[in-house]
């Protein structure tokens, strides 16, 4: 059973994604620690690109900072190894296709495996043209998570049935941000995918506060909060730790009772 599964053992997931280096990667180790402390149940690492094309305003001007304070694949690699000698949850990378390729994707994902990375989310990648990465995944037995989205329809069963570690349902259409309120019905699409496998499903895009995760807890195994949490950097810098630890634990706290 993979790692990231475990995240789904003892109810519903609390999933925070963080984007590596905003404002510093001391910091984002820092908030890494008292993430898990608060409850989260897997983190979500970015690692900072330049045309991160699925993200929102507020994840792309984290990815500029980011970059600008110097951040590297090889300086968030050094982060998790140390991270790794006291955090316990699974941890994946979010990132672009063009982070791997130029690193060298078997580089890339061997040594991210090494250092304790339980697998990858890679949101410019359609199911049909992953097996270049899935093939070396599967070597070094990593998950390659899978999206669906609202506009998938017919295809949800196909790539919820081949789905490893997690799927990841897409809420809203568009960018990644915060969304005063979620139409998409999520049911449905969550539905479809347990007709043909029993992976856990988690919600991601546009949740934003308490109220909305337990709603969408109510459908999913796990919910997953990126914008809110990166807007909380952008807005405390150096002092959002702590910010963000309190945010954490109310998330944790509205769906631990769905």
Same mark, same amino acid.
């Given at each position: 059973?993979?790692?990231?599964?475990?995240?789904?053992?003892?109810?519903?997931?609390?999933?925070?994604?963080?984007?590596?280096?905003?404002?510093?990667?001391?910091?984002?180790?820092?908030?890494?620690?008292?993430?898990?402390?608060?409850?989260?149940?897997?983190?979500?690492?970015?690692?900072?690109?330049?045309?991160?094309?699925?993200?929102?305003?507020?994840?792309?001007?984290?990815?500029?900072?980011? #970059?600008?304070?110097?951040? /590297?694949?090889?300086?968030?690699?050094?982060? $998790?190894?140390?991270?790794? %000698? !006291?955090? @316990?949850?699974?941890?994946?990378?979010?990132?672009?296709?063009?982070?791997?390729?130029?690193?060298?994707?078997?580089?890339?994902?061997?040594?991210?495996?090494?250092?304790?990375?339980?697998?990858?989310?890679?949101?410019?990648?359609?199911?049909?043209?992953?097996?270049?990465?899935?093939?070396?995944?599967?070597?070094?037995?990593?998950?390659?998570?899978?999206?669906?989205?609202?506009?998938?329809?017919?295809?949800?069963?196909?790539?919820?049935?081949?789905?490893?570690?997690?799927?990841?349902?897409?809420?809203? #259409?568009?960018?990644?941000? /915060?969304?005063?309120?979620?139409?998409?019905? $999520?049911?449905?699409?969550? %539905? !479809?995918? @347990?007709?043909?496998?029993?992976?856990?499903?988690?919600?991601?895009?546009?949740?934003?506060?308490?109220?909305?995760?337990?709603?969408?807890?109510?459908?999913?195994?796990?919910?997953?909060?990126?914008?809110?949490?990166?807007?909380?950097?952008?807005?405390?810098?150096?002092?959002?730790?702590?910010?963000?630890?309190?945010?954490?634990?109310?998330?944790?706290?509205?769906?631990?009772?769905?």
């Amino acid at each position: 059973m993979s790692n990231i599964r475990k995240a789904f053992d003892h109810g519903k997931a609390f999933i925070p994604f963080i984007t590596c280096g905003d404002p510093s990667l001391e910091v984002t180790e820092q908030i890494v620690i008292e993430m898990e402390k608060a409850g989260a149940d897997l983190i979500e690492l970015g690692i900072p690109f330049s045309d991160p094309t699925a993200e929102g305003p507020v994840i792309m001007e984290a990815n500029i900072r980011a #970059l600008a304070a110097g951040t /590297t694949t090889d300086k968030v690699f050094e982060m $998790v190894k140390r991270l790794r %000698k !006291t955090v @316990k949850v699974p941890m994946v990378f979010m990132t672009y296709a063009n982070v791997i390729f130029s690193y060298g994707a078997e580089k890339f994902i061997r040594t991210s495996s090494e250092i304790g990375i339980d697998g990858f989310i890679l949101p410019d990648i359609p199911y049909e043209e992953k097996g270049e990465f899935l093939d070396i995944c599967k070597k070094y037995d990593m998950d390659l998570v899978s999206m669906i989205a609202p506009t998938s329809h017919d295809r949800i069963k196909m790539i919820a049935a081949d789905a490893t570690g997690f799927l990841y349902c897409v809420s809203s #259409l568009g960018v990644t941000g /915060t969304r005063s309120q979620i139409t998409t019905d $999520v049911g449905a699409m969550i %539905k !479809t995918a @347990k007709q043909v496998s029993d992976v856990p499903c988690a919600i991601g895009f546009g949740i934003s506060g308490p109220k909305q995760a337990k709603e969408m807890a109510k459908s999913a195994d796990g919910v997953i909060v990126g914008s809110a949490i990166v807007r909380l950097c952008a807005e405390y810098g150096e002092k959002s730790t702590e910010k963000i630890a309190e945010f954490v634990r109310i998330m944790k706290e509205a769906i631990a009772t769905v």
